[in-house]
């Protein structure tokens, strides 16, 4: 099999899917993570995320008040300004130039990568490079319940934002190349996932999954999945975990059979889905909307009390000194004491 001189490779998925595993795995089989962060308490065997590419995406996150695992499902709405933005686009393209240039085969990983998947495949592709997707599918009470153990998450917003994002991504991803994986799958034999990714999206991976022994041996563990699937002590409310559980049902489908599943019948239940999570969303909306009101007017006020105070404080310094007496007046009053002083100094007479 002959290597293509380059290749790129987008692991997407919410945080704490596995996403890690998997830039790893591909990183001992050929393909470069460039500037890789180091891992940590919560990663010790690193975490395969470009630097450049986190901080690029958490400033445009930031610009817009996304967040990496958002739970609005209109939120593509806040990025439509920043994904069609040229010079957004031309950063891509002049960071992944040069690195394509350098390593032939990149491996690109982020949580955040999905929410401007549009930006890295126009780069991609004026560069004559057409990128391949990697979906990562973890059960949502194991992200949930991963991401509440190490980044102290709520684990309501964390399955809400689980759902969307993985619907999203979904979506975002459709009619790009792109296999979805089971995490628990690849840590329990990664040999055979990575040839079904090599064999479906036409990966070139060096050294090959069947070479004994292989880097990847010693990078998987099973032992990395610590968190188990189930909703046990959970204090998600039950029509979360249901949606949750029916979303990764269907997002399974697609890993066990690919994008050759029934197109029709699939585009249907993801699209029931979506609507569901919508009205879930809207309702939670309409719910706490008097309470979001009140908070909103509280903190108004409080804003408005403390520009006062400060402008009270400010005007307060400002303020001239009091007029000093005009000279004649001083004259005055400097004779008037004199004389007292002499009054006071002359004996008394004797009676």
């Known amino acids: 099999m002959s290597i293509p001189e380059r290749g790129l490779v987008f692991v997407v998925g919410p945080g704490r899917s596995g996403t890690s595993t998997m830039a790893g795995a591909l990183s001992f089989s050929g393909y470069t993570v460039p500037q890789a962060i180091k891992g940590n308490e919560t990663n010790p065997l690193g975490f395969f995320e470009p630097r450049w590419v986190v901080n690029f995406h958490r400033q445009l996150l930031q610009r817009t008040g996304v967040r990496t695992l958002d739970t609005d499902p ?68 194991e992200v949930s319940a991963s991401r509440s153990n190490y980044y102290d998450a709520d684990e309501i917003p964390a399955v809400a934002g689980w759902i969307n994002v993985a619907l999203m991504t979904e979506q975002l991803t459709a009619g790009s190349p792109r296999r979805f994986v089971h995490y628990p ?94 009205r879930i969303h809207g309702d939670a909306l309409a719910l706490v909307a008097p309470t979001l009101k009140r908070v909103r007017e509280d903190t108004t006020r409080k804003v408005r009390r403390r520009v006062l105070a400060q402008a009270a404080k400010r005007q307060a310094r400002q303020a001239p000194p009091p007029a000093a007496a005009p000279p004649a007046a001083q004259g005055l009053v ?11 100094a002359r004996p008394a007479k004797e009676s």
């Open 334 to 344: 400097h004779r008037v004491v004199r004389r007292a002083r002499a009054a006071a």
């Open 74 to 141: 209109q939120v593509l709405e806040r990025l439509s300004a920043v994904l069609s933005d040229e010079k957004n686009r031309d950063q891509v393209r002049d960071w992944l130039a040069p690195r394509l240039e350098q390593h032939g085969r990149l491996v690109i990983k982020d949580p955040r990568m999905v929410w401007f998947r549009d930006l890295w495949v126009a780069a991609a592709q004026d560069l004559g490079v057409d990128p391949r997707f990697v979906v990562m599918l973890r059960h949502p009470a």
């Open 185 to 278: 799958n690849l840590t329990a034999d990664w040999r055979t996932e990575l040839v079904r990714l090599r064999d479906d999206l036409g990966l070139a991976l060096d050294p090959a999954p069947e070479e004994r022994p292989h880097p990847v041996d010693e990078f998987i563990d099973p032992k990395l999945r610590r968190m188990k699937p189930g909703w046990e002590d959970s204090s998600v409310p039950a029509y979360l975990q249901e949606l949750g559980d029916r979303t990764f049902d269907v997002l399974g489908d697609l890993a066990e059979h690919g994008d050759s599943a029934d197109a029709d019948d699939m585009a249907d239940r993801l699209q029931a889905l979506r609507g569901e999570y919508a």
